[in-house]
């Protein structure tokens, strides 16, 4: 079994940054890999970022040069770092854990089969 632990939503000024972090906790599968997807009320979930165990990155295009995810040092937390954020970055954001090997530049939610319960991102002024 998987439990993903989000942290670090909230409300956030535009142009402001935030940092969101997860960390999984797994006792019988490894961790290959992990992400940051996001829901708008009445939209489908739409990726974010994701990283490989080998570190290999996929950013959506709409947040490429903005976003940064990064793992820890312990290889099952994954943070989320976002900079210059607009409204239109508003959602809730959730983490997510791949169990199985999975190509990353091709990566969508169905290679991710552990979630968090997610973390609320409301950029306003």
């Known amino acids: 079994q998987v439990h993903l632990t989000e942290s670090g939503g909230g409300l956030v000024q535009p142009g402001g940054s935030l940092t969101l972090s997860c960390t999984a906790s797994?006792?019988?599968?490894?961790?290959?890999?992990m992400g940051w997807f996001r829901q708008e009320p009445g939209k489908q979930r739409d990726l974010v970022a994701v990283?490989?165990?080998?570190?290999?990155?996929k950013y959506a295009d709409s947040v490429k040069g903005r976003f940064a995810i990064s793992r820890g040092n312990d290889q099952n937390t994954v943070h989320l770092h976002m900079n210059s954020l607009n409204p239109e970055d508003t959602a809730v954001y959730y983490c997510?854990?791949?169990?199985?090997?999975?190509?990353?530049?091709?990566?969508?939610?169905?290679?991710?089969?552990?979630w968090g319960q997610g973390t609320q991102v409301t950029v306003s002024s």
């Open positions: 997510a854990a791949a169990l199985r090997p999975f190509l990353v530049l091709s990566a969508t939610q169905d290679d991710f089969e552990a």
């Open positions: 990283i490989s165990q080998g570190d290999n990155i």
């Open positions: 797994s006792s019988i599968f490894p961790i290959l890999g």
